[in-house]
């Protein structure tokens, strides 16, 4: 009997899915997730991000089922997860330390179904809680962070753009959080297949991708490969994990999926990286540079929906364009962005972001985030009172406020807008026009807000 048992619990032991455990890391994750929110402010900034609700939510809907299937010991309660796709024709697909995550619109349309892309999505999620990239750093020497999210920006953008981005920061430290060696590549294949099976995706399809990648000719294939090598027999190591594991609550239905396919296939064709961030080099419309013209075409009628991550969702005009930093999100129309003194500025359009709440109360904080950005516009003053109004279904305070632009020397005005997240973040929406043009800006904030829907 004690021999059979014995038997029975070798054989269990055999067909078990092994533990991965992240390697050693000098950095704390909190210092993966300010890595990864600054590097993809940057990334965001140069390359195509697709604003297609249809295709977004689809992504992300992958997304937030895999991240609720990693296992216990490798969940970061503080990693901030966002997904967004890239409009660009190369099988691609990337994340930053602490979760942000990009995937490229090629992607999806060389997979075959939804669990393909899954599969890429589970790699690279796997590659954010082993802490791969940060651990990959550690390796070398510990730096200060400031210096090294350019040098990741870069690496993101690739080719000679990516090399504009990345001058002036003295560590090539890219190859370190985006090129992984070969044994993270394995390990990433292992946990990423465990946490398709726990999310009701065939891990078969991890290794089917991968196959479709390494046979795709043609420009497109090096890039994914290039970052992520194959650690030795990728596809058949994928297949005997698979063969340990039991796929729960299966994923059956798809055709979202194909309807997604379907959809992008009546799009204009994705244009290559390098096509898309010279065009956008040449009109302009990458965020920084000369300071703002203030002469803007007027918010058009129609309006494009933008969803943020799992933080917000907002409506604004089709005109203006999305302009996310570190911290907040801007949107805003051509002509009223750009820098000045080393600032990003504007002088018409909205800002949406949140800020630490620390008295937990709604007038209080709102007091302080006002004398927060007085400190940085000496010339802000509260034009009127708080008043108590509904934003996205809770309570929330509007104020409008005066200043006097640094960027054109006019006045404008801001119309405050701010509430209370769950965990009691304060929440911020401010519209900013000059105050010779705030009459016909002004239904246009209160639109933006009334469309607010928060997602905390």
């Known amino acids: 009997m004690a021999r ?13 899915a092994p533990v991965i ?26 390359l195509p991000i697709m604003h297609d609700d249809e295709v977004t939510s689809f992504v992300t809907s992958i997304g937030d089922r895999l991240v609720a299937a990693v296992p216990p010991p490798l969940q970061h309660p503080e990693f901030r997860y966002s997904f967004k796709v890239v409009n660009v024709r190369e099988i691609n697909a990337f994340a930053l330390p602490g979760g942000p995550m990009f995937v490229n619109r090629g992607m999806i349309q060389a997979a075959h179904n939804e669990g393909e892309v899954a599969g890429v999505m589970a790699h690279e999620i796997s590659h954010v ?119 729960e609550n299966p994923v059956g239905d798809s055709r979202r999926f194909e309807e997604v396919r379907a959809h992008l296939e009546q799009l204009p064709p994705a244009p290559t990286t390098e096509e898309a961030t010279r065009a956008a080099a040449r009109t302009g419309t990458a965020r920084g540079g000369a300071p703002p013209s203030g002469s803007v075409a007027p918010p058009s009628a129609r309006t494009s929906a933008y969803t943020e991550g799992r933080l917000f969702r907002v409506s604004v005009p089709s005109n203006w364009r999305e302009l996310p930093s570190a911290s907040a999100v801007t949107f805003a129309p051509q002509g009223a962005y750009g820098s000045l003194n080393g600032q990003d500025v504007f002088t018409h359009g909205m800002e949406f972001g949140n800020v630490r709440n620390e008295r937990h109360d709604l007038e209080t904080a709102t007091g302080d985030l006002i004398d927060s950005l007085a400190r940085g516009n000496p010339a802000l003053r509260q034009a009127s009172a708080f008043e108590r109004t509904q934003i996205a279904g809770r309570a929330g305070i509007r104020v409008l406020l005066s200043n006097r632009s640094e960027a054109t020397g006019r006045r404008e005005s801001i119309q405050l807008y701010t509430t209370q997240l769950r965990d009691g973040t304060l929440f911020y929406a401010l519209g900013v026009a000059p105050a010779d043009e705030f009459r016909a800006y002004q239904p246009v904030f209160e639109r933006a807000v009334a469309s607010l829907q928060l997602m905390d």
């Open 129 to 247: 809680v082993l802490r791969h990239g940060t651990a990959q750093a550690s390796e070398a020497t510990k730096f200060e962070i400031g210096s090294i999210v350019g040098a990741i920006a870069g690496a993101v953008i690739g080719g000679r753009l990516g090399t504009v981005v990345s001058e002036g920061t003295r560590f090539g430290l890219g190859t370190y959080f985006l090129r992984y060696s070969r044994e993270y590549e394995r390990q990433a294949d292992l946990e990423g297949a465990q946490i398709m099976a726990r999310a009701g995706y065939d891990p078969r399809d991890m290794a089917n991708v991968f196959k479709t990648i390494q046979q795709q000719g043609g420009p497109s294939a090096p890039e994914w490969l290039s970052d992520h090598p194959d650690p030795g027999n990728r596809y058949e190591s994928i297949l005997q994990e698979a063969q340990r594991l039991r796929v």
């Open 21 to 46: 455990s992240p390697p050693r890391n000098k950095y704390s994750p909190s210092e993966d997730v300010r890595l990864g929110i600054e590097a993809a402010a940057q990334a965001e900034r140069q």
């Open 4 to 16: 059979l048992l014995l038997a029975a619990l070798l054989a269990l032991q055999a067909t078990a």
